[in-house]
């Protein structure tokens, strides 16, 4: 088979070096890819929404199945393209795609269907907002409606920081069309973790649950970011709580979305909050999660390709997910400066230091230049790896960050990935 992967981060890397392990796969392009997505396939000099010359290319190469890593896509409708020309694409539909792609749709339908959330109000009007903002009770979430770059959201602590991002975005419109719609919403408490499923629209099977570390510095201080580690599974969901995630959560809104015409086919990421009456949805992502899906392909033991295939056949029913036994642990590697302006074009050393089948290292925001690799975005690379006890993987993944393993100048990352799952034990079965 041939496979084309569309996105250029850590998450489609970590999907490639997975695909390219099933027997089914006799080569994978990347479009546009990275120069660690170089080495298990090839790159094809496309962007990620240039939908013609992406359909025209995987005509002409006769590709047998697409996997779409980015929300941008999908939201716009890469699938339906594809589908419409009879080209099999694994991702949801546009209109599917909606439950990332507009928290309105998302949060209408979680009220609609009594699906755990926060409880909130929407708004297309500043001054209803702005008025609804003087009498309610602080810390208050406030949401752009659509996509965001991963900066729509603010928790704000004061009515004045409410005011200030609430003219951001309705009045000087800093995301555009994104925030002329929000949704204000109260804010909850407890650990966040990611749940991510296959479905095909009627059945699904679960990947290990994983938890992402959103803020910049260690203890979860600092600014948001695009996610700067994560690590699967999480020792302290145990068996109980997902099947509770799937009956209340997952299973709910598979149907939900089929019932309201948007049949939901491809990864459904809801990312939760377990607060004390019990998870929630914080937002649902209409693809795989990044940094999370880097552990994950190394802890999945299944044909990840097999499993795609039953998807595009709806027959999922008779498939398995399995996993390795263990722990992942990715550490993100970020340029000085992200997630504000960060710098680029420094040479990154040590990528050949690592000769351990059990640590990979997937790149994002790398170039290569002269046989040289640089940064070139703010995420640069994921040190990942695999091993027995939560512990022992931690170590194992920051071992080779540093001048023993893989540095660069002005490197920045948190020296307490996974940690938080330490604190609640060290066992998961
Ligand atoms: P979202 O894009 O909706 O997931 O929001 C981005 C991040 O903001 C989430 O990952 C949470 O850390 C945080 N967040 C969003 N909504 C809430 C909420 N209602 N209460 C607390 N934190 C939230
Ligand atoms: N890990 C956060 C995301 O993929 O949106």
Redesign the pocket.
């Known amino acids: 088979m041939k496979i084309l992967i569309i996105g250029s981060g850590g998450r489609e890397h970590a999907l490639g070096w997975k695909i390219k392990q099933s027997p089914l796969v006799e080569k994978i392009y990347f479009a546009p890819g990275n120069p660690g997505t170089k080495e298990i396939g090839e790159n094809i000099a496309i962007e990620t929404l240039d939908f013609k010359k992406l359909l025209k290319f995987a005509k002409s190469k006769k590709i047998d199945l697409t996997v779409v890593g980015p929300e941008t896509p999908l939201v716009l409708g890469i699938s339906d393209v594809f589908r419409k020309e009879k080209l099999k694409i694994f991702g949801p539909s546009r209109k599917a795609s909606q439950i990332e792609g507009s928290k309105t749709f998302s949060k209408q339908l979680m009220k609609k269907y009594k699906i755990p959330t926060?409880t909130y109000f929407s708004f297309k009007d500043f001054n209803e907002a702005n008025k609804y903002l003087q009498h309610v009770k602080y810390p208050q979430?406030i949401?752009a409606d659509g996509l965001s770059l991963g900066k729509g959201?603010v928790?704000c602590k004061n009515r004045k920081d409410a005011e200030k991002f609430l003219k951001q975005l309705m009045v000087d419109k800093i995301f555009g069309r994104s925030g002329e719609k929000i949704i204000i919403?109260?804010?909850?408490y407890g650990q966040?973790i990611s749940f991510m499923v296959i479905t095909d629209g009627k059945d699904f099977l679960s990947f290990l649950p994983s938890q992402d570390h959103?803020r910049l510095n260690e203890n979860n201080q600092g600014p948001?970011t695009g996610g700067m580690g994560a690590y699967t599974p999480v020792p302290f969901l145990d068996k109980k709580l997902i099947k509770q995630i799937e009956k209340e959560i997952v299973v709910p809104t598979i149907k939900a979305m089929a019932k309201e015409g948007c049949l939901y086919q491809g990864i459904l990421y809801p990312?939760l909050?377990l607060t004390k009456e019990g998870p929630k949805v914080?937002?649902y992502n209409c693809r795989f999660g990044d940094p999370e899906t880097q552990p994950l392909m190394m802890s999945l033991e299944s044909d990840l390709v097999e499993i795609f295939l039953a998807q595009q056949k709806n027959k999922l029913k008779n498939k398995k997910l399995v996993f390795k036994k263990g722990f992942s642990v990715g550490v993100v590697l970020t340029s000085s400066g992200y997630p504000g302006e960060y710098k680029k074009g420094d040479q990154i050393i040590g990528l050949d230091k690592v000769n351990d089948k059990d640590v990979q290292i997937f790149h994002a925001g790398t170039k290569e230049v002269d046989k040289k690799i640089i940064t070139n975005g703010g995420r640069v690379l994921s040190v990942t790896a695999k091993g027995t006890t939560l512990d022992e993987t931690i170590k194992k993944a920051y071992q080779y960050i540093g001048k023993k393993g893989v540095y660069f100048k002005g490197m920045q990352y948190r020296k307490d990935i996974g940690k938080n799952g330490l604190i609640f034990g060290d066992k998961y079965d």
Do not use: R
């Open positions: 926060a979430v949401k959201v928790i919403e109260e804010c909850l966040e959103k948001n990312g909050i914080l937002e």
